[in-house]
């Protein structure tokens, strides 16, 4: 009956070495989750970050204001709360802390039962030359696909 939700941070797997992922839930308001599933959301410049009671939100992610929203309207660059299990928060913090990693956003996405969902990744800021060997390599790609698509 719902369309397919499915936000993507394509920048990050270019900026980033992905380590681990995770599924997270979002606290949301009402008139979030409508834009959400209107899909007027995007994760693009977002990062996710500790308090100093170890809860994790996600910081700068972008969700429109709800059109048909009154009075009661959420703001756009909200920090919002993710909901992790007490293990893997605490795992996550001590990577973040002693390894110098980050955690970001990799896709926004509404499961089975309707409730939005953030995966988030531990990941490693790539060097330059990481950068270039990705683009080389997306390149050659491309090139061999219209290589193979002219031989059929």
């Known amino acids: 009956m719902q369309k397919h939700i499915n936000i993507q941070n394509k920048k990050a797997r270019f900026e980033y ?10 606290v949301l308001t009402g ?23 170890g809860e994790l939100f996600v910081v700068n992610m972008t969700i ?5 929203g009154n009075y009661i309207n959420h703001r756009p660059k909200e920090t919002r709360k993710l909901l992790l299990n007490k293990r893997e928060l605490k795992k996550l913090e001590k990577e973040v802390k002693n390894v110098g990693l980050t955690i970001i956003p990799l896709r926004l996405f509404i499961n089975d039962k309707g409730f ?7 990941a490693k ?25 002219n031989f059929k």
């Open 31 to 53: 008139t979030e989750i409508k834009s959400i599933r209107n899909s007027k959301a995007s994760i693009a410049e977002s990062f996710c970050e500790f308090n100093d009671r």
């Open 64 to 68: 429109e204001e709800y059109a048909y």
């Open 116 to 122: 939005a969902k953030l995966e988030i990744g531990l």
């Open 17 to 26: 070495e992905i380590l681990d992922k995770y599924t997270a839930g979002i």
């Open 125 to 149: 800021g790539k060097k330059l030359y990481d950068k270039r060997d990705t683009i080389k390599d997306r390149d050659n790609k491309r090139n061999l696909d219209r290589i193979k698509k």
